[in-house]
């Protein structure tokens, strides 16, 4: 059996299977997994990140804490090669560029690097006493804004000023606490006075004021100054849009490819890129023909290092958004799989599901599908595909079992997905993800398998308390030691999914130009694929959960495989 690049992808942290990904690497070499996966998508806190658990990258070099030189060189003796994530709108402020900025500011050659909110709206909008232009309605009313408020973080320069940059996704600003000496220098001050500033000062950075809430009392006279130099101190985090209109930036992005090229990525997802392209007046999100632009202009950078796109975007199904990027001839996400797989067997009637893969089909629409991932479930997208009430049904579902919804803006139906892990969701039934995840092997696309999905992994209410106040995703992001997989490994729903993805990764059948049928009659689902002289034969009970697998060759019928469950 060789290798099939149209084979499973396993989806994980580095540090999801043991710490390190060298790990990973160890239990892929193992004959308990070995030859399992063609693929890995290696989630990017494998390179230099710090914020949201690697999407705020900092660069693009291998993280030194959770991965070895000899890491990914091994992934590619194995025959697997790799998907990673290129994040287009945006770069942390601890990137070199950013820091360049806080640096020289207006004399930095990356000063346009990312998107300064003044400059973009100058001329359509109003000045405010905080220093950034309040938009005026009419050319802000089509955007979305993924957080209260103006997507912004205002950062000191040099000079003193403070100046607004866009900031789509997560910031975090932190002031550090002072002691005398330290107002001492800044200020002519009497040893005594700066102890009791320092004191008043930290009393109230520790009760979480900024520098200009703080009530200073009878020392009010040094209030300006003290509050001067605290936010001379600031520290930032956070995911700082860039400005694709600068030179830079898209030589930053050739570069970026180049290097994902030469870690042997033959996949690469593009993260947030719709938010990318912003124009006045215009949608911050999937604007046109702006998307449709800058998608050329990275298709044209990437066909050069041999690489394949794929753009990730969550939208509902009646917006078509999915049927517009495969038509432009990209790879998409199958985001709603998991929520019609759940749908059906909770009805225990496979049509739609059937349906679903007849019209990827007649479309021509290229998938990666999944189960779970390291999001949560989209059951939202399924809006046009199932009606309101049938999404809501599984939501409340879903919630049930011990999953949780983050709104955006505190609104209902705000949100992206259902956190829960695939298991939990699925009510925790054995025999229904063995039925899942071998339907998953046999519906179009590539197949990607979340790691703890595999290891039949419940819901972690732990891991989200740990984590505070957006820590809801924890929920399916649980850590496994070395010694929790390789007893996981002994388990038989994990062993026979194993199975299933050694037969998706061996025969030639599973190739991406095979001819694919399926049909659905009452509780049951038939998925057939006929490729390489070879044919692949499913059928799905999702009433009495009955698997039954059989791959033969075409011309003589000799079985080369059966599975049943």
């Not at 942390?92 to 050659?109: A, M, N, R, T």
């Not at 912004?152 to 996704?169: A, H, Q």
């Not at 809430?213 to 936010?231: K, P, Q, S």
Request: charged residues 25%; negative net charge; glycine residues 8%.
């Amino acid at each position: 059996m060789n290798k099939n690049p149209y084979g499973p992808m396993l989806n994980a942290y580095p540090d999801s299977m043991g710490g390190k990904l060298g790990d990973i690497v160890k239990l892929l070499q193992s004959p308990e997994l070995k030859g399992a996966f063609t693929s890995f998508y290696i989630l990017p806190s494998i390179f230099n990140t710090d914020l949201d658990r690697g999407f705020s990258i900092i660069s693009y070099d291998i993280s030194e804490t959770l991965a070895d030189p000899e890491d990914l060189p091994a992934l590619q003796e194995l025959g697997i090669d790799l998907k990673l994530d290129f994040v287009l709108n945006h770069l942390s402020v601890l990137s070199d560029q950013f820091q360049d900025i806080l640096k020289k500011g207006d004399d930095s050659e990356y000063r346009d690097f990312f998107i300064d909110w003044n400059r973009f709206w100058e001329g359509h909008g109003t000045m405010t006493e905080a220093g950034y232009i309040e938009p005026d309605p009419d050319v802000i009313r089509d955007m979305f804004f993924r957080k209260p408020g103006l997507p912004i973080l205002m950062v000191r320069m040099p000079d003193g000023r403070d100046v607004p940059y866009w900031n789509t996704f997560y910031q975090e600003v932190r002031y550090d606490p002072v002691d005398a000496q330290d107002l001492m220098a800044a200020m002519p001050l009497q040893y005594g006075t700066a102890q009791r500033l320092a004191e008043t000062v930290n009393q109230a950075l520790a009760e979480g004021k900024t520098p200009p809430e703080i009530d200073f009392g009878a020392l009010g006279a040094y209030r300006d100054a003290v509050v001067n130099v605290l936010e001379g101190r600031r520290k930032y985090l956070g995911q700082m849009d860039l400005n694709i209109h600068s030179p830079l930036v898209l030589e930053y992005y050739r570069e970026t490819l180049k290097k994902l090229a030469g870690y042997g990525a033959a996949i690469v997802r593009l993260d947030a890129f719709a938010y990318a392209p912003k124009e006045v007046g215009e949608r911050n999100f999937f604007n046109d023909p702006g998307t449709w632009d800058l998608l050329a202009q990275i298709r044209e950078m990437a066909d050069a290092c041999g690489l394949r796109l794929l753009p990730e975007i969550h939208t509902a199904y009646e917006e078509r958004r999915h049927e517009e990027v495969a038509a432009k001839g990209y790879m998409v996400y199958d985001f709603f799989l998991p929520g019609l797989m759940i749908d059906a067997l909770e009805s225990r009637n496979p049509e739609r599901l059937a349906a679903w893969a007849c019209e990827l089909l007649e479309k021509k629409i290229r998938t990666v599908n999944m189960l779970g991932c390291h999001d949560g479930i989209p059951l939202l997208d399924l809006k046009g595909l199932l009606s309101d009430e049938r999404i809501d049904e599984l939501v409340e579902i879903l919630m049930s079992r011990g999953g949780g919804v983050k709104n955006l803006h505190a609104k209902k139906k705000m949100y992206y997905q259902v956190n829960a892990t695939y298991f939990s969701a699925i009510g925790e039934d054995e025999r229904r993800l063995l039925l899942a995840r071998a339907v998953q092997m046999f519906m179009p696309g590539k197949p990607q398998i979340w790691y703890l999905d595999l290891f039949a992994g419940k819901n972690d209410h732990e891991a989200v308390k740990r984590a505070g106040a957006n820590g809801h995703k924890e929920i399916n992001r649980t850590n496994l030691s070395v010694e929790q997989v390789r007893e996981g490994l002994k388990r038989p729903v994990v062993s026979r999914q194993i199975d299933l993805l050694r037969m998706r990764a061996g025969y030639a059948v599973f190739h991406e130009s095979a001819d694919i049928s399926a049909k659905a009659e009452g509780s049951r689902l038939e998925i057939s694929w006929e490729a390489e002289g070879q044919r692949a034969m499913l059928s799905a009970d999702f009433d009495s959960l009955d698997i039954s697998i059989r791959i033969c060759e075409t011309a003589s019928g000799n079985v080369l495989y059966t599975f049943t469950a």
